[in-house]
T-cell receptor, first 117, second 111 residues
């Protein structure tokens, strides 16, 4: 079946601009996660949705970052007033139930590579 | 100090070698430990996970966790060029969903 898809695959923007990154999870997966991977680093957790609600947004670095999942499927990560330090690969993952990783694998998408000039 | 530490490499080995990849962690609340493989410009893919201490084997891959020393290992037997990738260790607390990753070790298996 289809995996997690993310669009766009690449996004180049200028400092100060607003960007939206989209994630389509695996069909039927109730849990959705956003991570950020900077060059040479492992992914860092940003936010986790269970259904439509953000169950844990403790990883969002500041109030310029916001994410929504209005219908419990597709999610959009929104970044306002982008800064050069926001340049990274933004990864989305989904899992069937979000009930604990032991029996609930997180499947990752290919990511969106964001470059802020 | 990061909660999960991993040597970034790069690590280069000949085909057929046994590869040992390692991580250490500092958070005693971590109960699940995972190894992900990430090919260039792709998302991480789960290889295997273990719960608490012990060994787990899956084909050519063996994962080990020693909670007493907070040490995580992945062994790859009979390594192949197709194993060339970045290997990420990760950990999570029991019932948690927030994966904490190491920096990843870049592995190259040469013919």
């Amino acid at each position: 079946g289809a995996g997690v898809s993310q669009t766009p695959s690449n996004k180049v923007t200028e400092k100060g601009k607003y960007v939206e990154l989209r994630c389509d999870p695996i069909s039927g997966h109730t849990a959705l996660y956003w991570y950020r991977q900077s060059l040479g680093q492992g992914p860092e957790f940003l936010i986790y949705f269970q259904g439509t609600g953000a169950a844990d947004d403790s990883g969002l670095p500041n109030d310029r970052f916001f994410a929504v999942r209005p219908e419990g499927s597709v999610s959009t990560l929104k970044i306002q007033r982008t800064e050069r330090g926001d340049s990274a690969v933004y990864l989305c993952a989904s899992s069937l139930r979000g009930q604990g990783v032991g029996t609930d694998t997180q499947y990752f998408g290919p990511g969106t590579r964001l470059t802020v000039l | 100090q990061k909660e999960v530490e991993q040597d970034p490499g790069p690590l280069s080995v000949p085909e057929g070698a046994i590869v040992s990849l390692n991580c250490t962690y500092s958070n005693s609340a971590f109960q699940y430990f995972m190894w992900y493989r990430q090919y260039s410009r792709k998302g991480p893919e789960l290889l295997m996970y273990t719960y608490s201490s012990g060994n787990k084997e899956d084909g050519r891959f063996t994962a080990q966790v020693d909670k007493s020393s907070k040490y995580i290992s992945l062994f790859i037997r009979d390594s192949q060029p197709s194993d060339s990738a970045t290997y990420l260790c990760a950990a999570v607390t029991g019932g948690g969903n927030k994966l904490t990753f190491g920096t990843g070790t870049q592995l190259k298996v040469e013919l």
